[in-house]
């Protein structure tokens, strides 16, 4: 009677076992390359929609009548507003969105801001991405008492291309009577 293992045995068992450990291996490998991709579309899809969360309240809190759009060319405009809404906690800030070099721009001021700005202009930068177009459409009022009576609400049309993002956002926004 015998009572340990051969060595061939003992070979054939740590052969299995390495093999064994190969495998899982690149299952862990995988499951970390995996993990990483969608952490960076998670992160990729939180962005977003703190763009589209901060361009909802700018326009939807926009004070009446307050909201200037300056097209600058086919795919890029310009917009001066003034919202209750604010990213630095500021009361009533004058808001605007600048596209400069494909790259889109959002800052905020107590005081009101104008184009060109000026070089003492004192205001707080948000950049919010690389973008191929950047338009707001507004709507015209058909009724001609409507545009003196500033309790009726203004609406607009926000479309956002990204470069990195395959998916535009376009939001329709209808400001809150104030």
Request: proline content about 2%.
């Amino acid at each position: 009677m015998r009572k340990a293992f051969t060595l061939i045995e003992l070979l054939i068992s740590i052969t299995i076992l390495s093999i064994m450990m190969l495998f899982l291996y690149k299952s862990y490998a995988s499951l970390n390359l995996s993990n990483k991709f969608y952490k960076n579309e998670l992160s990729q899809i939180k962005d977003e929609q703190l763009i589209k969360k901060v361009v909802f309240l700018d326009f939807s809190l926009a004070l009446s009548h307050s909201t200037t759009i300056l097209n600058q060319d086919k795919k890029e405009d310009m917009v001066l507003m003034q919202s209750s809404n604010s990213l630095h906690k500021m009361y009533n800030p004058y808001i605007a969105y600048i596209v400069n070099n494909s790259k889109l721009y959002r800052l905020e001021s107590f005081k009101k801001l104008t184009y060109p700005l000026n070089a003492g202009s004192d205001f707080s930068v948000d950049f919010l991405g690389e973008v191929n177009s950047f338009r707001i459409y507004k709507s015209n009022e058909d009724n001609t008492t409507a545009i003196h009576n500033s309790s009726v609400p203004e609406l607009y049309l926000v479309h956002i291309d990204f470069k990195k993002s395959d998916e535009e956002i376009l939001l329709k926004i209808k400001t809150l009577e104030n």
